[in-house]
């Protein structure tokens, strides 16, 4: 199993970064694909970014050009650097892994991963 911890939420003014961080402990050795997804207050869970071991990186329509996702791989830990943040960027946000190759073409599909993290509020005020 792999274990996943968030951590670099907050509040930001709009316009504002935040740096998002995921340290994942366990079977790192397994995990084939990292994403960060985010859920606003009732709304469903939205697909924000993923990050494959082959270095392919994709992005949600709504946040692409202002998000970027990258790894560590000696530190088993992934990034979300959030710039130009905007209100409707406020939500939880959530880190997951994905440990298996066969679901590497849907990266953006929730339960095409196996762990989860806890999740970390982030604010974006107007």
């Known amino acids: 199993q792999v274990q996943l911890v968030e951590s670099g939420g907050g509040l930001v003014q709009t316009g504002g970064s935040l740096r998002l961080s995921c340290a994942a402990s366990?079977?790192?050795?397994?995990?084939?694909?990292m994403g960060w997804f985010r859920q606003a207050p009732g709304k469903q869970r939205e697909f924000v970014a993923a990050?494959?071991?082959?270095?392919?990186?994709y992005y949600g329509d709504s946040v692409k050009g202002r998000f970027t996702i990258s790894r560590d791989n000696a530190k088993n830990t992934v990034y979300l650097q959030m710039n130009s943040l905007k209100p409707e960027d406020t939500a939880v946000y959530y880190c997951?892994?994905?440990?298996?190759?066969?679901?590497?073409?849907?990266?953006?599909?929730?339960?095409?991963?196996?762990?989860w993290g806890q999740g970390t509020q982030v604010t974006v005020s107007s």
């Open positions: 997951a892994a994905c440990s298996s190759t066969y679901y590497s073409s849907t990266y953006y599909r929730e339960d095409s991963y196996g762990s």
């Open positions: 990050s494959r071991n082959n270095d392919n990186t």
């Open positions: 366990g079977r790192t050795f397994s995990i084939v694909t």
